[in-house]
């Protein structure tokens, strides 16, 4: 069994959970993810969703019976590790395997996704036949614009693997791309039950709602002049917003939700802050977009 740190392991754990801190995190996390992937929850005693995402995830890593270890930290205890993992809320959960991070959520999350989360990391860590370096592929053939050869590549991974969730995310997202946004709706009607609240899933959801927002938006242009010509005028703002994300400028988009926010955060029942959120939830967790938009949100919130 493979120790990890000098820390002691949290009772009844079997050694798979342990406590970490700023002093230990290159020991117990980076070094130990050599051998076995390790999950790190960032965590506070205040937080309420911390109390529940803590023990499920406790619980789920202990099922894996070793094939996963978990560091808990206390952000409050160790702010110098959360600051270097620009962890912006909590509870926040990275994941790493080969001295880096590979995977990560933020929130509480169901436990049908926890379940999703461990298994990609254990399957990742082992023989996947490689699928692993296939999906990579379709991604990156994704992101040169190459859509339809990506979808082509995400539906072999899933002939050999019907719940990879991060094919059947690609090629919902491949689907987006090419503008069959009723196929890409259709296909995540259909995932299976154990990936169908995966993030990957859940991240494309989030991008069809955004994408039918902007369908119904009105041009950018006439949205902007009356922006222009009143500044007060939130749901001509909000509109702008979305017809900026259906037009590819997501930042400028979160930038026009923002200043909703900041002049009225309490606007139709709070829809610039649940928009965000919904185009937060659209893109990669680690994205300069949403990193950016989280700490200027938090920095309105609590100012």
Known sequence: MIELGTGAANKGSQG???DGSDATFVQDVIEASNEVPVIVDFWAPWCGPCKTLGPALEQAVNAAGGKVRMVKINVDENPQIAAQARVQSIPTVYAFSGGKPVDGFQGAVPPAEIKAF?????SGAGDDGGLGAAAEEAEAMLGQGDA?????VFAAILGEDPANAAAYGGLAR?????GNVDQAEALLANAPAEIAQAKEIEAVRAQIALTRQAEKAGPADELRARVEADPADHQARFDLAQALYGAGETEAAVDELLEIFRR???WNDGAAKAQLFTIFDALDAKDPVVLKGRRKLS???FA
């Open 16 to 18: 798979y959970v342990k």
């Open 264 to 266: 009225d955060r309490e």
């Open 174 to 178: 491949a689907h987006l791309a090419l």
């Open 299 to 301: 920095s309105m919130i």
């Open 148 to 152: 339809a050869g990506a979808a082509e």
């Open 118 to 122: 461990i298994d990609r990391l254990v």
